[in-house]
């Protein structure tokens, strides 16, 4: 444990963190999960900024997803605790719209574009609640603002990578959340793609969403995010992306396997 | 004959058997869908075979208390009591443990299914027990079935409809995306727990029809063969309750007419019959017609191909490309185009220099995503967009 990490801890301080949480749209404090008896994610502290966009960066197996995951209630914590604007997950999950990781699910499951999207209002609509126009006119522009119009009535499995991640986005987007939660939406998917997906992220973020979102490319960390989390197992540094995304905290974060050269220095503040 | 049994004229015993059969598999397609969308279909097999212990205990409990012990609901209720403690096992060791479903599914049901066995032999030993009939529930036994057993059916089957109807989106929800279902706050332990209660129900009371060996192919098939024919969750669970019943209603009079044939098993059948059928001849995902489709793509390669090469100048090796284009009429037997082969060598070499133009070109991103080195570029671009890349093809040649 680094040394300089430990310092006395006022009661203002105290009182500040304490206030940056309730305001936070997603805060986690103390999360700990563990598959068996090795913790993927350990004691994470992460208070997410509002209306801006945090990326969650480390290496594999830092518990990147998990951290998503547990904080959505996807899979249940070990401990720790979940707050969303200062109140319980449970009453605030309208909230929060989730994009889990493309290879998550069947692509050949029998549904089609449109279909998927409108299952982002299925809690809206509830049990019995008919699907009328309104929902249909919301689903086909959440998938205008991921250019997908075209494949409505598509079978998912006719999509590509990069369309798929799109039609998730578009699920998420008519939800029509206040948070944005994302694993890994840039895996795999053609550059194209990502171009249209962080368009419609910014433009989320400029009209006071917040998004958070892990991220494996280092180098577009400083184009695409506000602030990052630097995770491996715990929390290795969090905050803005020109106080945080230095090269001593990815060594650290990446346990000093990291070769500068993957690194653009013009793009790393510090 | 079977045309009478269809019509439901073969007298009160086997039209209750095959209206009970036709309820059974409309409920049993219905609910089998989303177990087999949720990929946990062979559940039902753990479910179905874990009954068997329940009916034997049920029935020797109801002779230790002065009773018959071949009361129709008290065994049911036998049966459904062992299939829920099976499941749990079932979702226990695969929780707890590190052992995959599969093994717990065939630990749970050879166990089960052997405990069945042995009691099933206990009560054959007691007076009260010879008559019992209990071998009735391993392949079913329609010939008793009473008015009081049709209703039960009837009204089962209703339940599960209902049930299906209320919670098809977080099953269909639960199906297609279990994380996403979760993150959005509806219960995936609930939802399954709904699903598998259904099942069970399914299972408890097609037990006298087709019996617990066979239940899980009326609660699969259907689905299964259902998938052949669409590509919407929601057409899936009408046409599997549409494939059950008619499996159901078929199968049934088909043995009422032959009674020498089980009713069960010849259900079962009836639904393989009209799975094979599905998985040969249906238009979209069927054998046949993706053989066709792949034919027809594979011509269309090579009939480019062909043709890029004649625009080129260079010689056909495949003798595939030359017999498809020497039979359009496009190349003569030693390989020389003719005059409709030339003009169309030189409109796919136009067509894939402006392809290629198009796709190096950043500001039409879109329209290059639909490359796929057969699509006419006339197809997907506009006049103006063409002529436009048109002038880009000549200028360079000018320099």
New interface residues.
Partial sequence: MNVQNIHLVTDEAVAQAEEARTASPLAVRNLTVSYGQTPAIFSVDMTVRAGAMTAIVGPNGAGKSTLL?AA???IKPLAGTVTVFGEPL?VM??R?A?V?QRA???WD????VI??VL?GM??Q?G??GRVRGKHRAAAMDALDRV?MTDFATR?I?QL?GGQQQRVFLA?ALA?DADVY?LDEPFAGIDA?TERAIIAVLKDLRDTGRTVVAVHHDLATVPNYFDDVVLLNTQVIAAGPVDDVFTEDNLQAAYGGRLTTARVDPESVAG | MLGDALLLQLGYNATLVTVGAALLGIAAGVAGTFLFLRKRALVSDAISHATLPGVGLAFVLMVALGGDGRWLPGLLLGAAASAAIGLLCVQGLTRATRLGEDAAIGAVLSVFFGFGIVILTVVQTMTAGQQAGLEGFLLGSTAGMLRGDAILLAVSAAAVLVLVLILRRPLELAAFDPGYAEATGWSLGRIDLAMMGIVLVVTVVGLKVVGLILIVALLIVPAVTARFWTDRASHVVIIAGAVGGVSGYVGAATSAVAPALPTGPIVVLVGFLLFLVSLLFSPGRGVLASLLTHRRYQRRVHMRQGLLALAQGQPIFEALTRRLMHRAGLILPDGVATQAGQAAASKALLDETRWSLVRADTSFAAAATRYDGLTPIEDVLTPDQLRDVDGRITAPKAV
């Avoid at chain 1, 499951?109 to 089609?112: A, K, L, Q, V, Y």
Wanted: hydrophobic share 40%.
């Fill in positions: 995951k959505l209630d996807v449970a999950r309208d929060i989730y889990p998550s699910v069947d499951f029998p549904t089609r279909d998927v299952m299925y809690r609509l049990l019995l250019g079978q499995g590509s699920r939800q939660v194209a």
